[in-house]
């Protein structure tokens, strides 16, 4: 499935039109296309600043947040490349500290798209390139790049000496791609998903990690080991642990007392420290305990467990909170529950892309919910409401045109929950932030 995207701008809608007209040429893995693309284009992958390269199952992007708020507020100037987009297309590409202009993003989509036009590269390539192009092009002091998919075959796995690696939590997701069939690859489904995402290590660069059940972590060992990049384990190199309102940190150089996360959910303190240890384990940029506290409160993620502000939306619910949050697979929807069961009861609304399975993200959801509203996702193969409904997985199960649909039903069950989870998919998400008027920027 294509990762659409839409712009006002008509020179950038001519050349998202271009990217949506692209396919991953079935059967093709590895990086020789990538490659290609980027040699044409100068190796501009090879001229960026410090890169702080993050991958993961769940947490990438709010670790990449954490990475970004916290240079930031040491007074450095940032680039950072995060997926998946959720309104506007530029949100995937962040140029010292601003998103990227329109008219600068039409003319770079279109040198690469001309430059790789006989290569046939996906929509990600193509965006990867661009990304580069620009983070090389504009100076600045250090750039956090996001992993798309995987690690292994992900088109930003092309930097030689990064600046230091880090892996999140770890999760089974994706698993047409990532647990395809292949020769000389772990068995184990955690360990051959430790295997893609491990495979951004680097000779020399620390891979900082968090730790995981057994065949994982060995996995993740064995790679760091083969390739000569010194693992930062946590629980072995690091330490990390919410008490009270603080989050204690200690490694080999010392403790460290910092602020909790203003990022809701326990799960944030977790993606908090993975960015603090990859911080103090590289030292192509210096960052102090008081930058890191600062960034620590400042850092901001959207859709993440994140309650929406006055708006269209809001306004259809009056005196009740809505939080949105893009979990779409187990282990996201098990953290999503543990951040909300104060609030329970509650009432959902929930879409779902097509290619996952209802019963990882409304599993753990069900204790919580006391009515659920379901609704399509536009633009995308997701699961049919009467699908949802006809699972069995939640008693009170209603249908809704869209989110305006659902929000209205709810505030017409007047003794119903006065907190609204939405959730289910990032696209959702992006939709709700639209409609809400709440356009990450």
Same mark, same amino acid.
């Given at each position: 499935?294509?990762?659409?995207?839409?712009?006002?701008n008509?020179?950038?809608?001519?050349?998202?039109?271009?990217?949506?007209?692209?396919?991953?040429?079935? @059967?093709?893995?590895?990086?020789?296309?990538?490659?290609?693309?980027?040699?044409?284009?100068?190796?501009?992958?090879?001229?960026?600043?410090?890169?702080?390269?993050?991958? @993961?199952?769940?947490? +990438?992007?709010?670790?990449?947040?954490?990475? %970004?708020a916290?240079m930031?507020?040491?007074?450095?100037?940032?680039?950072? /490349?995060? +997926?998946?987009? &959720?309104?506007?297309?530029?949100?995937?590409?962040?140029?010292? @500290?601003?998103?990227?202009?329109?008219?600068? &993003?039409? /003319?770079?989509?279109?040198?690469?798209?001309?430059?790789?036009?006989?290569?046939?590269?996906?929509?990600?390539?193509?965006?990867?390139?661009?990304?580069?192009? !620009?983070f090389? %092009?504009?100076?600045?002091?250090?750039?956090?790049?996001?992993?798309? $998919?995987?690690? %292994?075959?992900?088109?930003?796995?092309?930097?030689?000496?990064?600046?230091?690696c880090?892996?999140?939590?770890? @999760?089974?997701?994706?698993?047409?791609?990532?647990?395809? =069939?292949?020769a000389?690859?772990?068995?184990?489904?955690l360990?051959?998903?430790?295997?893609?995402?491990?495979?951004?290590?680097?000779?020399?660069?620390?891979?900082?990690?968090?730790?995981?059940?057994?065949?994982?972590?060995?996995?993740?060992?064995?790679?760091?080991?083969?390739?000569?990049?010194?693992?930062? $384990?946590?629980?072995?190199?690091?330490? !990390? +642990?919410?008490?009270?309102?603080?989050?204690?940190?200690?490694?080999?150089?010392?403790? &460290?007392?910092?602020?909790?996360?203003?990022?809701?959910?326990?799960?944030?303190?977790?993606?908090?420290?993975?960015?603090?240890?990859?911080?103090?384990?590289?030292?192509?940029?210096?960052?102090t305990? *008081?930058?890191?506290?600062?960034?620590? %409160?400042? !850092?901001?993620?959207?859709?993440?467990?994140?309650?929406l502000?006055?708006?269209? #939306?809001?306004?259809l619910? =009056?005196?009740?909170?809505?939080?949105?949050?893009g979990?779409h697979?187990?282990?996201?929807?098990?953290?999503?529950?543990?951040?909300?069961?104060?609030?329970?009861p &509650?009432?959902?609304?929930?879409?779902?892309?097509?290619?996952?399975?209802?019963?990882?993200?409304?599993?753990?959801?069900?204790?919580?919910?006391?009515?659920?509203?379901?609704?399509?996702?536009?633009?995308?193969?997701?699961?049919?409401?009467?699908?949802?409904?006809?699972?069995?997985l939640?008693?009170?199960?209603?249908?809704?045109?869209?989110?305006?649909?659902?929000?209205?039903?709810?505030?017409?069950?007047?003794?119903?929950?006065?907190?609204?989870?939405?959730?289910?998919?990032?696209? #959702?998400?992006?939709?709700?932030?639209?409609?809400?008027? *709440?356009?990450?920027?």
């Amino acid at each position: 499935m294509k990762d659409f995207a839409i712009s006002e701008n008509p020179a950038v809608q001519a050349q998202l039109d271009r990217l949506g007209a692209l396919n991953l040429p079935q @059967g093709r893995f590895g990086l020789e296309t990538i490659q290609a693309m980027l040699a044409r284009l100068g190796d501009p992958q090879h001229h960026l600043p410090p890169v702080f390269h993050v991958a @993961g199952t769940n947490g +990438k992007g709010s670790t990449c947040a954490f990475l %970004r708020a916290m240079m930031e507020a040491q007074g450095l100037t940032v680039h950072a /490349a995060t +997926k998946p987009h &959720l309104v506007r297309y530029n949100e995937r590409i962040r140029v010292a @500290g601003g998103l990227i202009q329109d008219d600068w &993003l039409a /003319a770079l989509l279109k040198e690469v798209l001309d430059a790789a036009d006989d290569l046939e590269p996906s929509f990600f390539e193509v965006t990867a390139a661009a990304t580069f192009l !620009a983070f090389a %092009r504009v100076p600045a002091d250090a750039c956090v790049i996001e992993v798309g $998919l995987g690690g %292994r075959l992900d088109a930003t796995n092309v930097f030689t000496t990064p600046a230091v690696c880090g892996i999140t939590a770890l @999760g089974i997701d994706h698993e047409s791609f990532l647990l395809r =069939p292949e020769a000389g690859t772990p068995g184990e489904p955690l360990a051959r998903i430790a295997f893609e995402k491990a495979s951004i290590a680097r000779p020399g660069t620390p891979l900082v990690t968090q730790n995981y059940p057994t065949q994982a972590g060995a996995e993740v060992a064995r790679i760091a080991e083969a390739v000569g990049a010194p693992h930062m $384990l946590r629980g072995r190199d690091w330490w !990390a +642990k919410a008490v009270g309102n603080d989050l204690i940190y200690r490694d080999r150089m010392g403790d &460290l007392t910092l602020p909790l996360p203003a990022l809701a959910g326990a799960h944030q303190t977790d993606n908090a420290a993975l960015a603090v240890a990859m911080l103090r384990h590289q030292s192509a940029v210096p960052v102090t305990p *008081e930058a890191m506290a600062s960034g620590i %409160r400042a !850092a901001r993620w959207p859709a993440r467990l994140q309650r929406l502000s006055p708006g269209p #939306l809001t306004m259809l619910v =009056p005196g009740r909170e809505i939080w949105l949050d893009g979990a779409h697979n187990a282990n996201a929807a098990t953290a999503l529950a543990a951040a909300l069961a104060d609030k329970a009861p &509650l009432a959902l609304i929930f879409a779902l892309m097509a290619n996952r399975r209802l019963e990882d993200v409304l599993g753990p959801l069900v204790s919580l919910i006391s009515e659920a509203h379901i609704v399509p996702i536009p633009g995308h193969d997701h699961h049919d409401p009467r699908e949802v409904t006809a699972s069995g997985l939640i008693r009170d199960c209603q249908e809704a045109a869209d989110v305006p649909s659902a929000l209205r039903q709810i505030a017409a069950n007047t003794d119903g929950p006065r907190t609204v989870l939405i959730a289910g998919s990032l696209y #959702l998400a992006g939709e709700v932030l639209r409609l809400n008027e *709440e356009v990450p920027d």
